[in-house]
């Protein structure tokens, strides 16, 4: 029984291995999002929350719970059991719908979005692992033009493709039993692929191709605290902040330049460019929350986040983005945790949330709004859940003549809880 035992370990232990060395690549080469405005910047940025914060609306900064892992703040690494070992794995799926003028476009993508886990390392602290996304990139539009004298009709597609990535580790320590500190070290990785062609029906001119790929890497970290103030029996609240610097990362730009005969398709010529020079910035990041939580029954929360991105610099230049202000409230609603009816033991969860774009389109820029709700489904076990968020967002451009976008984002994950340390004695 000791060796099966032993062995059962190993096979764990292996698997999460296995996992961690596949799913990088694999995570930054999803396309989660099929928007024209990923064409600036760092494209989508990604607010790291699982499916389950999801539900609630995004919160994240005051919320500590035991059976869920908040990947937001890392001061809530250190709310785990000393035996417990936990999972949380998300798919996402998008259907996406534009407008311009008269014209409409309907889109689905989506793909694995993010692979969290969470272990106790001593009495009181608590470390993370993971990957989760950082931005995402993703988009393919076109449109012809007709020139006069020789050129005749002309084509112009544009795509792009990739994001941005980070593998995390997080280690928390909870003081005092109401004090709690973390911090979260990140390894960002990934490249954003632009492609834009321009082509003709007329052999007068070459088909031009343009081939832009920023490839980045860096170190990054963010702070985190939470404090618990008791209000009543089995009653708290938690208030939590997170703060990050602003930290250049590592940018290296390749150009390519492909010309081709438009009746042939045969390559002309082709110019290639790379450079180290430019430089690149994440922003100065302030987050502020609380929740309010009775032991089993509701949870109810309310998040602030402010990123100084006007300050970051993109390809040498300050100033080529918006400071970025996002607002998430929500909560979770048990009928009876300890019922035998099921429906009874089910989480319910609803939020909304605001943001405005950091992003800089044509001198604008777009404001989100968004509504979510979604279920927490218990296991046989009563400790793991399949979770399931279903969100909504209406993106308002600040001028008429950009894109309106609106969109339905569909978040399973499953949240993998297990006793994994416990000491089994057989007779």
């Not at 032993?6 to 930054?28: E, Y």
């Not at 500190?181 to 490249?191: E, F, Q, R």
């Not at 003709?200 to 702070?223: E, V």
């Not at 048990?334 to 389109?361: C, D, E, H, M, W």
Request: aromatic letters at 16%; charged letters at 20%; glycine letters at 10%.
């Amino acid at each position: 029984m000791k060796f099966r035992m032993a062995n059962m370990c190993k096979f764990k232990l292996t698997f999460l291995a296995i996992i961690f060395v596949i799913m990088p690549g694999f995570v930054s080469a999803q396309n989660n999002t099929n928007s024209p405005y990923t064409r600036y910047g760092y494209g989508n940025l990604s607010d790291n929350a699982t499916a389950t914060q999801r539900g609630m609306g995004g919160i994240g900064y005051g919320l500590r719970n035991s059976q869920l892992i908040n990947t937001m703040n890392p001061a809530s690494y250190s709310n785990i059991d000393s035996m417990t070992f936990m999972f949380d794995m998300g798919l996402t799926g998008r259907y996406a719908w534009f407008q311009e003028g008269l014209n409409k476009e309907k889109k689905i993508n989506g793909g694995v979005e993010y692979l969290a886990m969470q272990f106790p390392l001593a009495k009181k602290l608590g470390m993370g692992i993971g990957i989760e996304p950082v931005s995402t990139v993703g988009y393919a539009y076109g449109e012809t033009d007709y020139l006069p004298i020789d050129s005749g009709l002309v084509s112009y597609i544009f795509q792009g493709s990739g994001g941005l990535s980070r593998v995390y580790t997080a280690l928390s320590y909870n003081f005092f039993d109401k004090l709690s500190l973390g911090v979260k070290l990140s390894y960002l990785y990934g490249n954003i692929m632009h492609n834009n062609l321009v082509s003709f029906n007329s052999s007068n001119n070459y088909n031009t191709n343009w081939n832009d790929t920023l490839r980045t890497y860096g170190l990054t970290y963010d702070l985190g605290v939470q404090y618990t103030f008791p209000v009543g029996k089995y009653k708290t609240i938690v208030l939590g902040g997170i703060y990050s610097p602003k930290i250049p990362i590592g940018g290296k730009v390749t150009n390519a330049i492909i010309r081709s005969d438009p009746s042939t398709g045969l390559q002309m010529s082709k110019e290639y460019y790379a450079t180290t020079d430019s430089v690149f910035e994440l922003p100065e990041t302030y987050g502020l929350g609380f929740t309010y939580r009775k032991l089993d029954k509701v949870t109810a929360g309310l998040d602030i986040l402010y990123q100084r991105w006007a300050e970051a610099k993109f390809y040498d230049q300050t100033n080529a983005f918006y400071d970025r202000l996002k607002i998430n409230a929500g909560g979770e609603y048990i009928p009876n945790y300890a019922s035998n009816n099921y429906l009874s033991r089910v989480r319910y969860r609803a939020g909304l949330n605001y943001t405005n774009s950091y992003l800089k389109v044509k001198d604008a820029g777009y404001k989100e709004y968004g509504l979510s709700v979604g279920l927490g489904l218990p296991m046989s076990d009563r400790r793991s859940f399949v979770n399931l968020a279903v969100e909504y967002s209406l993106i308002r451009p600040d001028v008429s003549t950009l894109i309106k976008e609106q969109y339905f984002k569909l978040t399973v994950s499953y949240t993998f809880n297990e006793r994994w340390f416990v000491k089994r004695k057989v007779q």
